[in-house]
């Protein structure tokens, strides 16, 4: 009998890659391609639609010439999954397949005054969605779109303009325009959907006045959406959906209530599962709520409480693009072990606001406790540390939220390369963290999910046995002395908030 593969796009903010794995959950090939970042304004991120579909149909089959390289056919290649950036929003014309205009990215900033006009209380539609208002979100992306590019307001207004965050964009493409669809993840993050009822909310389209027709079929995350119809891969059906974040919850198996996951990438997202088939849980220690996955349509939603960071990888690009005190990003974790400490010096990297707990649009970066004696590796140990206190905010509006302490923290993403970065990590939690042996989790959940849905894994409790440790990490300093850092962060913080 032959293997068996399950293949996953994954479309992240500065690349897309494609990666094949086999039954055992292992890495066979992948390709990847970055995309160009557009920096039209301060604040402002855009991409190029057309750049990313292209480039997810050459990763697709440079993967392919790869696995056939090594004797693996195209018929052996049960499924596709799609794991994408979130809250990143499209809109193009149904007829001719072309966008109407760039792809806002979910960290541009521009909305501010959109968010303003729905009113000062920015937690009134929590109820219905279990987000905040914040320019973070696809609705309210969606609506400067309608108000600011007039050929988007006529497109919508003669009903040729559909709307789509990434992973719809891709569907839609890969399927040869077949399926506009989303799954809840990815609808859970636009403002616009019943956190519920998992449908689109006539009350929160029509306070963003955006009409319903425009908006995708809402699906759950595992199940076949269509097939391909473009790529190597002609034929193979799509048959997994995941937020980004979502699909590392997946991949890392995180299946019970109370299991947490952190991804360290370009920013830095902390989801707990708060239970499969158990009621949304609300925050009140300005977190998310959000889907957390329903791996097939007759299968329970598990919901989960999300914090997410927007600066964590960025903040050591940082150091290597902007400040140049690095050269290579691996270069970090030498550099800061130069160091016993970061000499005092505390670093906030709000380069655009904070996000959760705090939810301040008008906060910005500060270094602060400079002296003569401070060196490169102290602003380098204490960037580090920077991501690793904003964390430890996360973990704390969790535990209230929940009721619960973590006991374990799963990790994954570009930065758990980095050993001294994770023991700063537990020192400063207090809490165990695990890195798994297969760090692509992302990638991973969404192969999951579309192998789940073709039948290529049987449950979720085959996935969890495929899952394993790397590395364990447990705290070196005492309660006593995280607990006087985390104060003197607190200060920092503060420090940063009220600049723009």
Same mark, same amino acid.
């Given at each position: ?14 690349? #897309? ?40 149909? /050459? ?11 090594? %004797? ?16 990143? $929003? ?39 969605? %279990? /987000?905040?208002? @914040? ?24 009903? =040729?303009?559909?709307? &789509? ?11 040869? =325009?077949?399926?506009?669809? #989303? ?5 859970? =993050?636009? !403002? ?16 963003? &006045? ?10 759950? @995350? ?5 097939? /391909? ?19 590392? !919850? ?32 609300? @925050?009140?220690?300005? !977190? ?47 550099? +800061? ?15 655009? %606001? ?5 939810? *301040?649009?008008?906060? *910005? ?9 401070? #060196?490169?590796?102290?602003?380098? =140990? ?21 009721? +619960? ?14 050993? $001294? ?20 989790? #992302? ?19 085959? !996935? ?6 790397? *590395? ?5 300093? @005492? ?5 006087? *850092? ?6 920092? /913080?503060?420090?940063?908030? &009220?600049?723009?």
């Amino acid at each position: 009998m032959q293997d068996v593969y399950v293949g996953a796009v994954d479309q992240g903010t500065t690349s #897309t890659r494609f990666m094949l794995f086999n039954k055992q959950g292992e890495p066979v090939a992948f390709h990847q391609v970055e995309h160009k970042q557009i920096y039209p304004q301060p604040g402002w991120v855009e991409h190029d639609p057309l750049e990313i579909i292209n480039n997810t149909i /050459l990763c697709i089959d440079e993967t392919v010439k790869k696995c056939q390289a090594k %004797g693996i056919q195209t018929s052996q290649i049960k499924a596709i999954g799609i794991t994408n950036q979130r809250e990143t $929003t499209v809109v193009w014309d149904k007829y001719t397949g072309k966008p109407l205009f760039n792809a806002i990215v979910w960290l541009d900033t521009r909305t501010k005054e959109t968010c303003e006009k729905l009113g000062k209380n920015r937690d009134q539609y929590r109820d219905l969605c %279990g /987000l905040p208002v @914040s320019t973070y979100f696809s609705g309210v992306k969606l609506r400067w779109i309608m108000d600011n590019v007039p050929e988007v307001k006529a497109a919508l207004e003669e009903g =040729r303009a559909i709307f &789509g965050t990434i992973d719809t964009w891709l569907v839609w493409n890969l399927t040869g =325009r077949q399926a506009h669809v #989303t799954d809840i993840t990815n609808a859970g =993050r636009t !403002l616009l959907m019943n956190i519920e009822k998992l449908q689109w909310e006539p009350k929160l389209l029509q306070a963003l &006045g955006i009409p319903k027709q425009c908006l995708p079929e809402i699906r759950s @995350s595992s199940e076949r959406y269509g097939t /391909l119809a473009c790529s190597l891969l002609q034929g193979v059906p799509i048959s997994g959906i995941l937020g980004d974040q979502q699909a590392a !919850l997946v991949g890392q198996t995180c299946f019970r209530k109370g299991d947490a996951k952190n991804t360290y990438g370009t920013g830095c997202f902390l989801i707990v599962n708060t239970g499969e088939g158990e009621p949304p849980v609300p @925050s009140k220690h300005g !977190l998310l709520t959000t889907p957390g996955y329903q791996l097939g349509p007759d299968k329970p939603v598990a919901y989960a409480l999300e914090g997410s960071i927007p600066i964590a990888g960025a903040a050591v690009q940082w150091l290597r693009d902007n400040l140049q005190i690095i050269k290579t990003a691996p270069e970090v974790e030498d550099l +800061a072990n130069s160091v016993k400490d970061s000499g005092d010096v505390f670093f906030v990297p709000a380069f655009s %606001g904070l996000f959760a707990p705090h939810w *301040r649009e008008d906060a *910005r970066g500060v270094i602060v406790g400079l002296t003569q004696y401070t #060196t490169k590796a102290h602003i380098a =140990r204490a960037v580090l540390e920077a991501v690793s206190f904003q964390v430890c905010d996360i973990i704390g509006s969790v535990e209230a939220d929940s009721k +619960a302490s973590i006991k374990v923290l799963k990790v994954d993403g570009g930065m758990t390369a980095n050993n $001294t970065f994770l023991q700063l990590q537990c020192d400063l939690l207090q809490c165990p963290i695990v890195r798994p042996q297969v760090t692509e989790t #992302t990638v991973i959940g969404a192969a999951f999910a579309a192998g789940l849905a073709e039948k290529v894994w049987s449950s979720q409790e085959e !996935l969890v046995k495929l899952w394993k440790v790397d *590395r364990e990490f447990s705290p070196k300093i @005492s309660i006593d002395e995280s607990s006087r *850092r985390w104060k003197r962060w607190k200060q920092a /913080l503060e420090r940063s908030f &009220g600049w723009v």
